[in-house]
């Protein structure tokens, strides 16, 4: 094995146990995963851009490597181990779901963490950081109220108020906040 790929798989294995690390001694799932994201998205994070995850750190050089190179199959392989402990940490109860809402989430996360690290020192990184936060919670909400209301087959009226909405969009099936 060449050492950029012993490094990749080295770098994600670290990761995976820190994140193992962050969420064990929480009470459920959903605590486990705030306490991941709080982590992630978190200044002390944003300042480990050398020693920190491996999905944002080596993402631009493993996409620039050509098809069939070892530590892209180290790189996938990693990326899809910490896909599944955030996989774990959802409670829909629909497998495709779970993975969708999973990957929808380590998008935010580290698509937040490049852009936070990118302007670090500048008051737009702590937004950055704070948007992707809100915003991961605020999904996870309305994909909960979703859930439910298609368990239960709701009207509008009564996801919005399992939401705390004052209504639904009469012209669209989105939620207005209001």
Sequence with gaps: MRLPTVACT???DEAVERWKERISGTRDPKSALTAL???YLSSRNRGLAGSGCPVAALATDV???PEGKPVKGAYLAGLRRLIGVLVALQSTRDPTQDRSVALA???TMVGALV???ATKGHALSN???AAARE???AVSIASKAVSIASNRRLNKTHVSRLLGQKEMSPKR???RLG
Excluded: C, P, Q, Y
């Design 63 to 65: 996409a620039r490597e």
């Design 127 to 129: 937004e950055i950081m």
């Design 173 to 175: 099936s989105t939620l």
């Design 10 to 12: 080295k770098a994600f």
């Design 115 to 117: 852009l936070a690290r």
């Design 37 to 39: 994201v709080d982590g």
């Design 135 to 137: 915003n991961i919670w």
């Design 105 to 107: 989430r380590l998008s």
